[in-house]
């Protein structure tokens, strides 16, 4: 070894999951919306002015940031704009999680937040989920330095309660709490509300699932004056100019078409539940999943089997080789016709 190497920031990076450069695929694999972004975002990049490109973009995100705190109700003040949430996750966790006490999140669950904490030297703990994959609050009832976890959670689907939220955020009001609302919007009750009670919380979202512009990486959080101040400190410490003058340009646009984007809410949903009942005649069984993914598991037949056999039809799902999980799949619930070409395979696959 070179002895500049003793001084590299080793890291084990997180692993996304395949983007096959395939033209012809079913893709379900990475949680993407099968749906186009609203029909005003395809307007704004054709009537985009390139020279535009010649100047820094706003630093401080200012027109997207306007937008999201007028969608939301809130004070532009109390929000902060990153690329894709996981930026913002990262900024978070380098701003409020400088505590020596492990911060605590779910075994299972998001698997860059440990990636994130072991890149920042940040002390950590997980906690199990329950045999049914439920969030234990007493777990995170116990001194640390921080909380955070996604609701619903990932990849299970499974929602936590405002209640048992409200509780863990009472109990935790010395440290901050990170709410990672990444699939929410799919059918999950939102922690939004309690910003008004508790200046420790964080509420992160992204344009990646239910807005269907994983490709633009947009995300924000949602918090106190007081956090966005500090997570805004950090970022114009790191990077002034994060955001780009189309990703910014689009974002406005899309926050802009509520109508469109309930409409592509409700098909989601509605594939969903049509794809659970589907799935649980064939004999899979799963978690209600508030999300747009179904986590699940079948009786007899070996998920890694599976998840091999679709994909050499070119049918992409998710399989995780880790502990507790490595005979679920994570299907993201793509069209209905997509879904209806999965359903086919996997009724051929299981000679049902
Ligand atoms: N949080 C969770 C729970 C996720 O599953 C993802 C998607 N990989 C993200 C955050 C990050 O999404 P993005 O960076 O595209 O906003």
């Not at 669950?109 to 049914?132: C, G, H, N, Q």
Request: aromatic share 12%; proline share 6%.
């Amino acid at each position: 070894m070179k002895s500049w190497e003793s001084y590299v920031r080793k890291v084990v990076p997180y692993t996304p999951g395949e983007q096959p450069k395939k033209t012809k695929m079913i893709k379900l694999n990475t949680n993407e919306n099968p749906y186009p972004p609203a029909p005003g975002v395809e307007r704004v990049i054709k009537d985009f002015d390139v020279d535009r490109l010649r100047l820094y973009p706003d630093p401080a995100v200012s027109a997207l940031v306007n937008e999201l705190a007028a969608y939301h109700g809130l004070k532009p003040e109390q929000v902060f704009v990153g690329v894709g949430s996981d930026d913002v996750l990262a900024m978070c966790f380098l701003t409020f999680f400088n505590s020596e006490k492990p911060i605590l999140f779910p075994d299972i669950t998001y698997s860059f937040y440990d990636v994130w904490a072991d890149m920042l030297r940040i002390p950590y703990e997980t906690k199990p989920l329950d045999a049914d994959f439920n969030i234990s609050i007493e777990d995170y009832m116990t001194e640390n330095g921080g909380v955070i976890f996604p609701n619903p959670n990932a990849p299970t689907g499974v929602e936590l309660g405002q209640r048992e939220i409200e509780t863990l955020l009472k109990y935790n009001s010395n440290v901050i709490v990170i709410v990672d609302e990444a699939y929410v919007d799919f059918g999950a009750e939102t922690a939004l509300p309690l910003l008004e009670k508790y200046d420790n919380l964080i509420v992160v979202r992204t344009f990646s699932k239910s807005r269907s512009m994983a490709g633009s990486r947009i995300g924000y959080a949602m918090a106190s004056e007081k956090i966005i101040k500090y997570l805004n400190d950090v970022k114009y410490s790191f990077n002034s100019y994060t955001m780009d003058q189309l990703s910014i340009a689009v974002g406005v646009e899309s926050v802009k078409d509520n109508g469109y984007f309930e409409e592509t809410l409700h098909k989601i949903i509605a594939t969903r539940e049509r794809t659970k009942e589907a799935l649980a005649g064939l004999g899979f069984s799963f978690r209600d999943s508030k999300s747009n993914f179904i986590f699940a598991t079948h009786e007899s037949c070996p998920a890694k089997e599976l998840f091999e056999a679709l994909k050499k039809e070119d049918i992409y799902v998710r399989y995780f080789a880790k502990p507790r999980i490595d005979n679920y799949l994570r299907i993201t619930i793509g069209t209905d016709e997509e879904m209806d070409r999965f359903l086919e395979f996997v009724r051929r696959y299981l000679g049902r």
